[in-house]
C-alpha cells in the first residue's frame, strides 16, 4: 500500500507504483475534480500541490506520493466557506466551460501562498502552464490578482 | 491509462541508488518523471525495472557558493537560489511550465540528453563538470566530453550524475536564448548558451553552444575562434553554418534553424557589445 494525505485526509491506495496520480486520486480516491487534458505536462488542468508545491498529476508516478501532503481542488473550500481565489473566479468570470479551472484554482493557490498580492505580470507567468479555451485569460488574471483584495479595495486578512 | 507494470526499485539515498544501479543496469532512471512519464504513455519507452531516485535527497540543492549543483535540484530551486548566474537562472524559468519546473530536474535533463534540451548548451558555454558515481567510485567529466551522439552520454550502465560542479567565472558575461513558438512550455527551436571574457575591449575566450541544431548539443567551435582576439565582432556569428548540422522536424526546417541560430548569435554579441 501507498500511503499519504489528501486534502488533511489519511489514505492508502494499492495503485501499481507507476500509476498516474491523476488516476488514482480520480478512479481510486474518487476526487474527479482533477481534470485530464492533454495527459503529458502541456495544459494544467490535472494541477495539485505536493507539499504545497504545484504539480501536474498526470506526471507523478503515485510512488512518488508516497508520505507527502496532496491538496485537490477539492480540498480549497474550508468549514463549508470557498477559498477566495474561487470566490474571486465567481466575481469577476474566471470559469466558462470550467475543465480547466480546478488546475488554475490550485496553481492560483500556490502563487497566492507564496506571493498573497501578486502583479498582472506574476499571475501570468505563474499560470503560463495552465490553459484554457474560453475565456482568453484576462477574466482569470482578474480574479487571481484580486483575490485577496476584499471588495472594498482593502487587502483581506485572510 | 497506461500504467506501467515494471517493478520500482526506490532508493532514499545515493548509496542504496548506486547499489540498485550497479544490480539493475538495465532499469529506467526515475527523477522528476518529466520527460519518463511522457514517454510511458506514448508507449515509446516500456521499462523492464525502474530505479525511482527522487527520495534521494542528499542529491538535491545548491552550495550556498552557487558552484555545486545536486542532479535532484530542481528548475524552481535553480532560479530562485541568488548564487545561480543570471542567465541559468533565466533558463531555468524557460522549462516547461511553472508545474513542470516544480518537478523536473537539471540532472534529468542532462542525462537524458535530448539535443533540444534547454540547459545544455549553458552547461557548455559555462566549461561545467559532471560529478558521475558508481559503486566502483567517483570520476568527473567536462559537459564536452559528455553528450557523445544522439540521446547517447557517458555514463556508464552502472553510473549516476549526482552532481554539477561550476567554475568562478568573474566577469565574463553570460547569455541565453531560447527560440520556441511561445515562451511557455515550448519545445525550443533553437537554444543559445554563451559566454565571453573580455579584456580592454578584446575577446580572449568565448565560449558559444546550441541546442536543437546537431544531434547533441555542440559548442561552435568555428564561431568561438571568430571571436577570440578582436573586438566583439557580430559577423562571427556567420561561421555558424560551418559548426552545426539542423534538421527538418515536426518543430522547424533546417533552413529556418541555420537563420535563425546565426541571429540569435548576432543578437547575443550586439547586446554585448552594446554594453
Known sequence: MIRFTVNDRDVAVSAPPMSRLLDVLREELRLTGSKEGCGEGECGACTVLIDGVA???????????????LTTVEGLASDGRLH????????????????????????????????????????REALSGNLCRCTGYQKI?????EALVAPNGSADAR | MLASAAPVHRAHTLAEALAQRAAHPHATLLAGGTDLMVFIELGSVAPTAIIDLWAC???????????????????????????????????????????????????????????AG??????????AIFELASVRGTRHVPASEFWLGYRKTALATDELLTRVHLHPHGDDRLGY?????????????????????????????ARVALGSVAATPIRARHVEAALVGHPIDLAAADAV?????????????????????????RAWLSEEAGR
Open chain 1, 55 to 69: 504539480v501536474t498529476s498526470c506526471l507523478v508516478p503515485v510512488i512518488q506520493a508516497e508520505g507527502c501532503r
Open chain 1, 84 to 123: 477566495p481565489v474561487q470566490e474571486a473566479f465567481i466575481r469577476c468570470g474566471g470559469a466558462q466551460c470550467g475543465i480547466c479551472t480546478p488546475g488554475f484554482l490550485v496553481m492560483a493557490k500556490e502563487l497566492l501562498d507564496r506571493s498573497p498580492h501578486p502583479t498582472r505580470e506574476e499571475a
Open chain 1, 141 to 145: 488574471i482578474d480574479a487571481v490578482t
Open chain 2, 57 to 115: 535527497r542528499e542529491l538535491r540543492g545548491i552550495t550556498t557558493d552557487g558552484r555545486t549543483i545536486g542532479a535532484l535540484t530542481t528548475w524552481t530551486d535553480l532560479a530562485r537560489h541568488a548564487a545561480i548566474p543570471a542567465a541559468l537562472r533565466e533558463c531555468a524559468r524557460t522549462v516547461g511550465a511553472p508545474q513542470i519546473q516544480n518537478r523536473g530536474t537539471v540532472g534529468g535533463n542532462i542525462v537524458n540528453a535530448s539535443p
Open chain 2, 118 to 127: 534547454d540547459s545544455l548548451p549553458l552547461w557548455l558555454a559555462l566549461d
Open chain 2, 177 to 205: 536564448r531560447k527560440v520556441g513558438t511561445r515562451r511557455a512550455q515550448a519545445i525550443s527551436k533553437v537554444v543559445l548558451g554563451g559566454r565571453l571574457r573580455l579584456r580592454d575591449g578584446i575577446v580572449t575566450d
Open chain 2, 241 to 265: 553554418t560551418r559548426d552545426i548540422t539542423p534538421i527538418d522536424d515536426i518543430r522547424s526546417t533546417a533552413a529556418y534553424r541555420n537563420t535563425v541560430a546565426r541571429n540569435v548569435i
